[in-house]
């Protein structure tokens, strides 16, 4: 992104993967708890906030999420803010396809001119001539719907034919909407809902890596049902240890195309986040956690 450099942290947890030509930590930061109360306007600590995002780049993390819909507009103001001028080692993934309305409420917005505006104002707000990845967000604020992602997509590979963009991913997609995707333009991730006990996933989290596609799950605690979190406290305290680091350590223990983007907005909670990660989980502590989502 810029003249300097910086290598990835070879100490992370999971190591790194390659998003088309990006390498990036598979342990990454997810930016949306930096903005305020229900990911809209500020942070009530600013300072803070941007002391989380220094702390990310000091640890070796070189995978940032975020999206234009935090603040609205806010997440991408503070990454500049602290991040700017970016190590070249550095790439942030943002997310177009849904803006927010007064209510805070998140409104799918997928016409060529929606996702068009999207892109410059990502553009600008992070202080970039071209955005390293872009997810095309479908469904709404309940999940992944079904329907065709062929004109919003078309739209978005435009604006990457005019150097905007360079790579391309979706995000709350179905499996069949992540077909369509790969037969109108090359794929390098896909962001969607996964945890130890929401495995809707399985099987495309498998095909996807067989085709070298990045799988990025977010709410890695969401979803649990109070018997699940019993069976996940009950492993984490055999562990010595939070649910929280055995849910991550799973993940990236559950297939190598598995990226991470936690998000937090304490420096001290995003180091517990890391170290958490690189929990070893043994044979039979996979197989008792497997459970909770079958």
């Known amino acids: 992104m810029s003249e300097t450099t910086n290598t990835p942290s070879a100490s992370l947890p999971g190591g790194t993967w390659t998003l088309g030509d990006l390498t990036v930590t598979r342990f990454g930061y997810g930016a949306m708890q930096l903005a305020g109360p229900g990911v809209m306007g500020p942070p009530a600590d600013r300072d803070g906030a941007l002391a ?8 070796g993390i070189t995978h940032i999420d975020t999206a234009g819909a935090y603040g609205p507009r806010v997440t991408n103001g503070l990454i500049r803010e602290g991040l700017r001028p970016y190590p070249e080692s550095l790439h942030i993934v943002t997310k177009v396809g849904a803006v927010r309305d007064q209510q805070g409420g998140w409104v799918p917005a997928r016409q060529p001119e929606d996702l068009r505006r999207a892109v410059r104002e990502n553009l600008e707000d992070l202080g970039l001539d071209s955005l390293d990845v872009v997810n095309l967000r479908l469904g709404d604020a309940m999940g992944p719907r079904p329907g065709s992602l062929a004109e919003p997509l078309a739209a978005l590979v435009e604006l990457q034919q005019q150097g905007l963009i360079r790579h391309l991913g979706v995000s709350n997609a179905t499996a069949r909407q992540v077909a369509e995707a790969q037969a109108i333009a090359p794929i390098v991730c ?97 197989v008792e956690l497997d459970k909770i989502g079958r």
Do not use: C
């Not at 989380?52 to 640890?59: C, G, H, I, Q």
């Open 52 to 59: 989380v995002l220094r702390e990310a780049a000091a640890l």
């Open 190 to 286: 896909v962001q969607n809902m996964y945890n130890l006990a929401y495995r809707q996933d399985d099987e495309l989290i498998d095909e996807l890596a067989d085709k070298d596609i990045a799988y990025v799950p977010f709410f890695p605690l969401g979803g649990f049902t109070p018997l699940q979190s019993t069976a996940l406290s009950a492993v984490a305290t055999r562990l010595d240890t939070t649910p929280m680091s055995v849910a991550l350590a799973w993940l990236l223990q559950r297939s190598p195309n598995i990226l991470l983007i936690p998000g937090t907005s304490s420096v001290a909670h995003l180091r517990e986040n890391v170290a958490g990660a690189g929990l070893s989980l043994s044979g039979e502590e996979l």
